[in-house]
């Protein structure tokens, strides 16, 4: 069985996976987080007592730390979930992604360079740095325009999407440069469970269930195909076993939507579970405060 060693692995994507492989036992992992806001080891909870599974807190920008726990636990792959990923807190605090998602990442490759430099030459065959990136580095799509392709320029549109570009680039180079085995995963917007609530879909959930305003950023028409984040999880297995090193690989769900469409669902399976729970309290004489929900409160920003 391989060892990999997850970085991020107490987040959103990178808990789901690492869950996914200890569960299916196709991997011993080493989940290095840095415990931000957006991590949540209880998401990990079930792991507790598990023999394949350590959980070591740090910094991927640390490449001393990372080289020694690289020496520690001799994994077959680094799997890079490492980032951060969300669009707004770029927009007020570039540096943190700059930090995180560039000099993090170059880090990381620098670390995991010298670790398969020194492997034996079956062992460098065999080792791979799998690197998972988003579609937002591709800039945007119109409902008219065709799914992004691994040759689509890029294009990114926000510090987060110019940062994860620029991890990207790096990647490519210690490729092409020293010969480390890379590969690269651009994904569509993830769903699912553990998610962070400040993204979109738990966050209409949340503010339509306590009766708040639903915001959509300008007009709702941006378009995003939707994924849920256990088929990633099953994607990055792959690319892992069979992917081509230095190859990019595209994973999205074939769910192209607008934010409006999403929301608008998100409001219409709300009505379905909780309108007959109102209804009977609406009876008894008590309305309770989730009721916001069926009134489409929107608010464009």
């Known amino acids: 069985m391989q060892t990999v060693l997850v970085t991020g692995g107490a987040g959103f994507i990178g808990a789901n996976f690492v869950l996914k492989a200890r569960l299916e036992q196709y991997a011993h992992v080493v989940n290095l987080d840095k415990l931000t806001y957006a991590s949540n080891l209880l998401s990990l909870a079930e792991l507790q007592g598990d023999s394949g599974y350590n959980f070591v807190q740090g910094d991927i920008g640390d490449s001393a730390f990372v080289a020694n726990l690289l020496e520690k636990y001799q994994p077959d792959a680094v799997i890079n979930f490492a980032a951060e990923s969300h669009v707004d807190r770029s927009i007020l605090s570039p540096e943190n992604f700059i930090d995180t998602n560039v000099v993090g990442t170059f880090q990381l490759l620098e670390a995991s360079k010298h670790y398969w430099q020194k492997l034996s030459a079956q062992k460098q065959q065999q080792f791979r740095f ?105 994607a990055i297995h792959l690319v892992l076993q069979k992917g081509r090193v230095g190859e990019t690989y595209n994973i999205g769900g074939l769910n192209e939507q607008t934010n409006l469409m999403v929301i608008e669902k998100i409001c219409t399976i709300l009505d379905k579970l909780l309108l007959p729970q109102l209804a009977i309290n609406i009876q008894v004489g008590y309305i309770p405060h989730l009721n916001a929900f069926c009134l489409r409160s929107f608010i464009y920003i």
């Not at 325009?145 to 570009?165: H, I, L, M, V, W």
């Not at 305003?213 to 028409?221: N, S, V």
């Open 130 to 234: 799998l690197h998972v990136s988003t579609d937002e580095v591709y800039g945007s799509l119109s409902p008219s325009d065709p799914a992004f392709r691994e040759d689509t320029p890029y294009a990114p549109n926000s510090p987060y999407a110019a940062s994860k570009a620029a991890s990207d680039h790096f990647v490519r180079a210690y490729h092409h440069t020293y010969g480390l085995p890379t590969l690269t995963t651009n994904c569509s917007n993830n769903y699912g469970p553990r998610q962070f609530p400040e993204k979109l879909i738990p966050l209409m959930i949340l503010n339509a269930l306590e009766g708040k305003q639903l915001p959509i950023y300008g007009d709702g028409q941006n378009v995003r195909d939707w994924l849920y984040v256990t088929d990633h999880c099953e």
